[in-house]
Each structure stands twice: as structure tokens, then as C-alpha cells.
């Protein structure tokens, strides 16, 4: 059995990870991905990082937008600072042309 396997660092093998490092990942992620679905965020999360990255590289991102009351109101924001809401994955289809 043949295993192929890919990795994607913008380090060397042989440089410890810190949590920068982990960071500069979430760019190859997004650079990967064709669009961005953020379905919870904090106002710090990860998410928002990932959703700078993506607005960055001119991804489409699309949030599920959360309660008034919530302690996810990074949604909300990514939203407010150019999402999409997304209300069904109809709205996810719609922009691929599907």
C-alpha cells in the first residue's frame, strides 16, 4: 500500500513551534480554503484570526451571526466588517453558482 503524504510549513523542519508560529499556520489554512465559514467566535477567538487572513487574501468568509447576549460576538463582527451572514448552506451554494 502506497501512502502519500504533504506538509506545508513556512518553517524549516527543525524550528520549535511557538504559539506565533501557530498563528503564521492559520495563513496557509486560509490560502488553502476557498471560502471561510466561521460558525462561533469570541471577539479574540482564533476565528477572527483566520477571517483577518482570509479577508487578506480576498477570500469570501460567511459567519452564523450570534445572539445579542452571546460571549460569541465575533461573528457578529466579522459580519459587521464585510461576511456574509449565512443563514442556510443555500447561501454558501448560491455564491459558488450552485
Known sequence: ???NHL???EYP???LQTKEKLIHRKRI???LSEIL???ESKEKGNAIINAGFALE?????FAIP????????GTNDIIKNGGSLLNSIEDILNSRGI
Not at 450570534?66 to 460576538?73: A, E, K
Open 13 to 15: 523542519y527543525n524550528i
Open 37 to 39: 465559514l466561521v460558525t
Open 66 to 73: 450570534s445572539p445579542i447576549n452571546s460571549v460569541f460576538q
Open 1 to 3: 500500500m502506497k501512502i
Open 29 to 31: 489554512i486560509t490560502g
Open 7 to 9: 506538509i506545508l510549513s
Open 57 to 61: 487574501q480576498g477570500k469570501e468568509i
